[in-house]
Protein backbone atom coordinates (compact mmCIF):
# COMPACT_ATOMS: atom_id res chain seq x y z
CA UNK A 1 0.00 0.00 0.00
CA UNK A 2 1.53 3.32 -0.78
CA UNK A 3 1.93 5.93 1.55
CA UNK A 4 3.40 9.44 1.55
CA UNK A 5 4.28 10.82 5.37
CA UNK A 6 5.10 13.88 6.32
CA UNK A 7 7.51 14.73 9.53
CA UNK A 8 9.20 17.23 10.82
CA UNK A 9 6.49 20.29 12.03
CA UNK A 10 6.14 21.75 15.36
CA UNK A 11 6.19 25.13 17.40
CA UNK A 12 9.13 27.39 16.39
CA UNK A 13 9.45 31.16 16.79
CA UNK A 14 9.78 34.25 14.15
CA UNK A 15 12.76 33.84 12.53
CA UNK A 16 13.63 30.39 13.07
CA UNK A 17 13.86 27.17 10.64
CA UNK A 18 12.62 23.81 10.43
CA UNK A 19 13.14 20.71 7.90
CA UNK A 20 9.84 18.86 6.78
CA UNK A 21 10.67 15.49 5.14
CA UNK A 22 8.32 13.09 3.30
CA UNK A 23 9.06 9.48 3.11
CA UNK A 24 7.09 7.83 0.12
CA UNK A 25 6.82 3.91 0.80
CA UNK A 26 4.50 1.29 -1.23
CA UNK A 27 4.50 3.16 -4.63
CA UNK A 28 5.41 4.19 -7.65
CA UNK A 29 6.90 7.44 -6.31
CA UNK A 30 10.86 7.34 -7.39
CA UNK A 31 10.36 9.35 -10.49
CA UNK A 32 6.93 11.38 -9.99
CA UNK A 33 7.33 15.17 -9.91
CA UNK A 34 6.64 15.82 -6.14
CA UNK A 35 5.46 19.18 -4.41
CA UNK A 36 4.59 20.52 -0.98
CA UNK A 37 1.56 22.32 -0.19
CA UNK A 38 -0.27 24.25 3.07
CA UNK A 39 -3.23 25.09 4.02
CA UNK A 40 -3.47 27.56 6.89
CA UNK A 41 -6.92 27.78 8.98
CA UNK A 42 -9.98 28.92 7.10
CA UNK A 43 -7.57 29.42 3.93
CA UNK A 44 -7.30 26.90 0.81
CA UNK A 45 -4.82 24.34 0.60
CA UNK A 46 -2.03 26.32 -1.74
CA UNK A 47 1.20 25.24 -3.63
CA UNK A 48 4.71 25.88 -1.52
CA UNK A 49 6.93 24.41 -4.09
CA UNK A 50 8.10 21.25 -6.45
CA UNK A 51 11.07 19.28 -7.57
CA UNK A 52 10.60 17.43 -10.85
CA UNK A 53 10.64 13.65 -11.50
CA UNK A 54 14.84 13.97 -12.10
CA UNK A 55 15.18 16.81 -9.61
CA UNK A 56 16.69 19.02 -12.44
CA UNK A 57 14.38 21.60 -11.82
CA UNK A 58 12.50 23.36 -9.34
CA UNK A 59 9.16 26.01 -8.73
CA UNK A 60 8.44 27.97 -5.92
CA UNK A 61 5.49 29.91 -4.45
CA UNK A 62 6.58 34.31 -4.18
CA UNK A 63 5.35 34.20 -0.76
CA UNK A 64 8.58 31.41 0.36
CA UNK A 65 11.28 32.05 -2.89
CA UNK A 66 14.41 32.73 -1.72
CA UNK A 67 13.48 30.96 2.38
CA UNK A 68 12.25 27.37 1.28
CA UNK A 69 14.07 25.11 -0.79
CA UNK A 70 12.99 21.70 -1.71
CA UNK A 71 15.38 18.80 -2.20
CA UNK A 72 14.78 15.08 -3.15
CA UNK A 73 17.31 11.99 -2.41
CA UNK A 74 16.12 9.29 -4.50
CA UNK A 75 18.27 6.95 -2.32
CA UNK A 76 15.95 7.19 0.63
CA UNK A 77 13.23 8.01 -1.49
CA UNK A 78 12.20 11.07 0.67
CA UNK A 79 11.57 14.70 -0.22
CA UNK A 80 12.46 18.04 1.91
CA UNK A 81 11.64 21.44 2.76
CA UNK A 82 14.03 23.60 4.13
CA UNK A 83 12.10 26.22 5.98
CA UNK A 84 13.94 29.33 7.21
CA UNK A 85 13.60 32.64 8.30
CA UNK A 86 9.76 31.73 8.93
CA UNK A 87 7.09 33.73 9.62
CA UNK A 88 3.18 33.89 11.25
CA UNK A 89 1.91 33.86 7.89
CA UNK A 90 3.57 30.39 7.34
CA UNK A 91 1.79 28.89 9.98
CA UNK A 92 -0.05 25.98 8.27
CA UNK A 93 -0.79 22.18 8.05
CA UNK A 94 1.70 21.05 5.18
CA UNK A 95 1.10 18.21 3.06
CA UNK A 96 3.62 16.01 0.90
CA UNK A 97 2.07 15.22 -2.60
CA UNK A 98 3.06 13.02 -5.65
CA UNK A 99 2.55 14.98 -9.23
CA UNK A 100 0.83 13.12 -12.60
CA UNK A 101 3.79 14.59 -14.14
CA UNK A 102 7.02 12.55 -13.78
CA UNK A 103 10.11 12.63 -15.93
CA UNK A 104 12.08 16.02 -15.97
CA UNK A 105 12.09 19.44 -16.39
CA UNK A 106 8.21 20.14 -15.83
CA UNK A 107 6.67 20.98 -12.29
CA UNK A 108 3.02 21.03 -11.38
CA UNK A 109 2.27 23.93 -9.15
CA UNK A 110 -1.71 23.74 -8.75
CA UNK A 111 -3.00 20.60 -6.89
CA UNK A 112 -4.83 19.19 -10.19
CA UNK A 113 -1.76 18.65 -11.04
CA UNK A 114 -0.88 15.82 -7.83
CA UNK A 115 -2.86 12.78 -7.37
CA UNK A 116 -1.32 11.23 -4.18
CA UNK A 117 -1.44 13.19 -0.73
CA UNK A 118 0.10 12.33 2.96
CA UNK A 119 -1.69 13.02 5.88
CA UNK A 120 0.26 16.72 6.67
CA UNK A 121 2.07 17.94 9.48
CA UNK A 122 1.46 21.28 11.36
CA UNK A 123 4.05 24.20 11.42
CA UNK A 124 3.21 26.94 14.04
CA UNK A 125 4.91 29.93 14.08
CA UNK A 126 5.02 32.02 16.74
CA UNK A 127 5.21 35.60 17.38
Not at 17 to 33: E, K, N
Request: a negative charge; glycine letters at 14%.
Amino acid sequence: QAHLVESGGGLVEVGDSLRLSCAASGGTFSRDGMGWFRQAPGKEREFVAGISGDGDATEYAESVEGRFTISRDFGKNTVDLQLNNLKPEDTAVYYCAASRISGSLVVATAAPGYYFWGQGTLVTVSS
